[in-house]
C-alpha cells in the first residue's frame, strides 16, 4: 500500500460517500453517487484516477507547484474514478475493478510522459483545454454530435484505412505478478477459438509486445491485450474533415 490520496467526499442531496475496499484498494461508489465538486480525506486506494489526481496537485512529488484544483475538471477526473471502479468479470471466475493502478514510480520522470502512463492505465487522454486540465475516457458513450454535409466544408469527408501490416493477431502483455514476485506474460489471440484462428489465418501469426504499466492483475493485462485486439479489427479506418468552431468545439 502506497501514498494515500484524496478521493471524492460525501456526494449532492445525500447521495451518499464513497468508501474504500481495504483488501483491493477498489473505490465503492454508492448507487446514484452524485459529485458535488469537493474532494473528501486522503486513503489508500488503487484508483488510477485518483492517483493522477493527486499526482497533478501534490507540491512535494508532482505539479502542485503549478496546478490546482481549480486548474482541473475534478468531475471528467470523478468520471473516469466511477467507471474504473465497476467490478467486472476477472475472466478467472471472479471480480475485480476494471482498471486499478498499483505501482512504485522510484525515480523522476518527464511530465509528459508520467501523465500519459497514468492516464492510459484507464484509456484515458489528458486534454488541455480552456484553462483547465479534463481527461475524457474511452468508453462506451452516447454520440455527442452528429457530422454530415451540411455542417462540415465543402472538400467533405475524407477516408483512410490502416494497412494489414500494421495490425497483430497475437498480443503479448506484461504484467507484475504479485504472487512470483516477478514480470508475466498474458498471452491474448493464440487460443484455438474460431476468431483467433480466422485473425492468424488472414493476418498470419504477428506477435505485438505490450508493457501493461502499473498492472499487478492478469485478468486486466488480459482485458488490455483484448482491447487492442478488438481497437485494431474494428477501429481501422480514419475520416478527416474540416468544420466551422462552434460546431468543432462541441468534440474533443
Not at 473505490?27 to 489508500?44: C, K, Q, R, S
Not at 468531475?75 to 471480480?95: C, I, R, Y
Request: hydrophobic share 35%; net charge negative; charged share 20%.
Amino acid at each position: 500500500r502506497g501514498i494515500k490520496v484524496r478521493i471524492p467526499g460525501a456526494g449532492a442531496s445525500s447521495s451518499g460517500t464513497p468508501t474504500v475496499d481495504i483488501n483491493t484498494g477498489r473505490i465503492v461508489y454508492p448507487d446514484g453517487y452524485i459529485f458535488n465538486g469537493v474532494m473528501g480525506a486522503a486513503t489508500w486506494c488503487s484508483c488510477p484516477a485518483m492517483v493522477l489526481l493527486d499526482l497533478l496537485t501534490d507540491d512535494r512529488y508532482g505539479f502542485g507547484d503549478h496546478i490546482t484544483d481549480s486548474s482541473l475538471d475534478l468531475f471528467s477526473f470523478v468520471n473516469a474514478s466511477k467507471h474504473s471502479n465497476q467490478l467486472v468479470p476477472d475472466g478467472f471466475g471472479g471480480e475485480e475493478a476494471r482498471f486499478s493502478c498499483n505501482v512504485n514510480i522510484q525515480s523522476p520522470k518527464e511530465a509528459f510522459t508520467l501523465i500519459n502512463e497514468l492516464a492510459g492505465v484507464m484509456r484515458c487522454m489528458p486534454i488541455w483545454s480552456a484553462g483547465s486540465i479534463t481527461i475524457t475516457q474511452d468508453k462506451k458513450t452516447d454520440p455527442s454530435y452528429l457530422f454530415n454535409l451540411s455542417n462540415v466544408t465543402e472538400e467533405g469527408f475524407s477516408y483512410s484505412g490502416s494497412s494489414l501490416k500494421t495490425r497483430h493477431s497475437v498480443i503479448s502483455v506484461s504484467y507484475f505478478n504479485m504472487d512470483s514476485q516477478e514480470v508475466d506474460f498474458e498471452v491474448v489471440g493464440d487460443s484455438d477459438s474460431a476468431a483467433d484462428q480466422a485473425r492468424r489465418a488472414k493476418l498470419g501469426t504477428v506477435i505485438k509486445q505490450v508493457k501493461a504499466f502499473a498492472c499487478t492483475s492478469r485478468g486486466q493485462a488480459k482485458r488490455l491485450g483484448k482491447a487492442i485486439l478488438f481497437a485494431e479489427e474494428n477501429e481501422s479506418e480514419v475520416v478527416a474533415f474540416a468544420t466551422s468552431i462552434d460546431s468543432g468545439a462541441v468534440v474533443r
